[in-house]
């Protein structure tokens, strides 16, 4: 049966091609992420506006199951609207002081906000809330994903966003020496107005070696056909001593596992990874390792990683419609306490329709869930869902 369904949704993907012949047509028609601009780099001040909206359905599991309860959780087909935002960014005075903005229509609350200071390429300043530069995977928009959503790992190990400040710039473009970095320091409470909480706050840094020059922007999906091949390889690092264990949009909470209580959680972690795109073809992986330890129970140890690979057919096949790609990704991580281990992995399937790139795609993705208890105990489960991404 759920091969059947997956049938239907890769069929139904597939016949959007009778309806859109030419992306750069469509493009004319209307330019799709362009949003509203007023003023410009000679004016005082400038401002741009974008929105977009993201609609949902699955078939179930609207979180990642990653316990043995979830597996036996009531099943629910939702259809929702999952992100509905509004951005405005410019500048003021200067073209290089900056400021940017995104509101979640659905939740009513400003999720970035701030001001950036980027007068020089090598070295620039921004301070507000974000999401900071830690981890490829939570860096890059939901907007431009390679699939549905990210991987099961991201929640286990994201630092997502904070009030913070940070230095970043770019150095020896687009030579042999290609570096990007980024050091900063959050407030370590998570999404909110808090700029601090018990402990010290988050201290992180990144560092991305673009070996190739010119390196992969944070988006997936070759969409622009590379001619030469792009590279980029990070390695980040944070540490954070307060009251959470784990970040999301949603603030600051606890991973699985790991029980609240009032002494401070002690966090270290780092990650690395790559991108890589050439002729439609694509490639993100990242590996993380992380602990958690507190004076109240013993060391929690997370360990895991994702990759994912997305390519265009009509490179290889004629046949095949352009502007759809094949997708791939496989996921796991494995958390031990008091030498106790569970291992959760994600094998999932898509493809990706881009109506005008990533401002208005469709996409389709199955995933089969495995979870190996802590008693030894295999379960797993399946997911469809199908998605709808526009930018205005």
Partial sequence: MLKTKLSLCAASLISLTSYVVDTNAQDTLYPYGEGITLGDDSSFASMKFDA?????????????????????????????????RFKASGHIYKPWLKYFSQFEIGDGIFIDYGFKVEKYKALSFKIGQWKLEYSRERSISSGKQHLVDRSIVN?????????AAAIYGRLNENTLSDINYWVGIGSGTGRGDSLSGPGDPLYYGRFQWNPLGGGVELITADVDRHKEPALSLGVAAASIEGEYSRFSSSGGGQVPRWESTDERVHVNQYVFDLSYMYKGLSVEAEYHDKKVSSAAQSDLSIDGYYAQAGYFLNEKLSWWPRQLELVGRYATYTSEKI?????????????????????????????????????????DDNRIRAQWDISF
């Fill in 155 to 163: 929640r286990m190990v994201t630092i997502d966003r904070h009030n």
């Fill in 52 to 84: 977009r909206v993201q609609m949902r359905y699955t078939s179930d599991y609207d979180s990642d199951p990653r316990a043995a309860d979830d597996f036996f959780a009531d099943e629910k087909r939702i259809i929702n609207i999952n992100r509905s």
């Fill in 339 to 379: 030498g106790i281990e569970r291992k959760n992995e994600e094998h999932t399937i898509g493809f990706n329709y881009f109506v005008s790139g990533h401002n208005n795609k469709v996409t389709v993705d199955f995933t089969q869930f495995d979870l190996q208890s802590l008693d030894n105990t295999t379960y």
